[in-house]
Structures are given as C-alpha cells and as structure tokens.
C-alpha cells in the first residue's frame, strides 16, 4: 500500500490539489477545495494540508483549534473520487489524530451533513461519536476522545 502524508500546499501543487474532486453523489457535503484553502488565508487558525498517497495528491483536509483550546475541528476534509476505497481516507483521519495529542488537545470534533452518499459511517468507522448537536445549517457534530 502507498504511504499516504500530509503535505504542505505550495504554489507549485495548488492547482492539482484544487482539481481533486469527491464523487458527483458527494458533492453536497464539502466544499471544492479551492474554497477551502481561500477560506484558510481569511482564518489565522486554520491549517490546511494536501494528502499524498506516495508522490500522488490523493486529498484535501483542513483543521482549526476548537473555541475551547483543548478541541480540535476538523473544518474539511475529502479524498477525491478515483481514490476512494483505497484506504487513504482511514490512513489520512489517523495521522491527523495522532499528531492532535502533542499539540495540546484533547479532544477532536467534526461536523457533517446528513444524507446518502455523506460521511457519517465512514466517521463512525474512526471512533467518532455523534454527540446529539446539530447547529443552525443542519449539521450534525461528532467527537472523538483522545
């Protein structure tokens, strides 16, 4: 299997990482990436990093320090469409989570969007928990202890 890593974005990479896309049935529940990395340079707290399986961008995820300092959240995050099923996703959410504890947190937390096609199963799978919360859009929050 590829190593998948977390990867800084440079101007020599964002166009290919802005073309990586979910599939069509997915594209309700995240933002195009492109979006995402001009909404990072507006938020001083994001980080944002391009997923790499070996020296292919396979993904996008996105995080920011919870409002209470011991949080996490995870703002966005995808794998794009030829890649899916591959495993990159469960590689990807685990690297994230094992670098949060050293940074000082204790928790990491999400939201999603209910429907087919969404990401709650694939949540569940890594250990989230729904909480019960579900904010003004419709999004539901999930969490997981660390």
């Known amino acids: 299997m590829p190593v ?8 020599e ?12 049935a997915q594209d309700g529940f ?6 995402s990395i001009a909404q990072a340079h507006f938020n001083s707290a ?14 996008f ?10 949080s996490c959240f995870l703002w966005r995050f995808m794998i794009d469409k030829h890649h899916q099923g591959k495993g990159y996703g469960r590689e990807t959410i685990a690297l994230w989570l094992k670098s949060l504890p050293s940074q000082g ?3 990491a937390r999400l939201s999603y969007l209910p429907g087919d096609g969404g990401p709650h199963g694939f949540y569940l799978a890594q250990g989230f928990r729904d909480t019960g919360e579900t904010r003004a859009n419709g999004e539901r929050l999930m969490e997981l202890a660390l």
Request: proline residues 8%; charged residues 25%.
């Open 4 to 11: 998948v890593s977390l990867r800084e974005i440079t101007a």
């Open 13 to 24: 990479t964002v166009r290919a990482i802005c073309e990586l896309e979910p599939h069509r």
């Open 30 to 35: 995240v933002a195009p990436n492109a979006v």
């Open 46 to 59: 994001a980080v944002f990093r391009a997923v790499y399986a070996d020296e292919a961008p396979v993904g």
């Open 61 to 70: 995820i996105m995080w920011r320090p919870g409002d209470d300092g011991a």
């Open 105 to 107: 947190y204790e928790l």
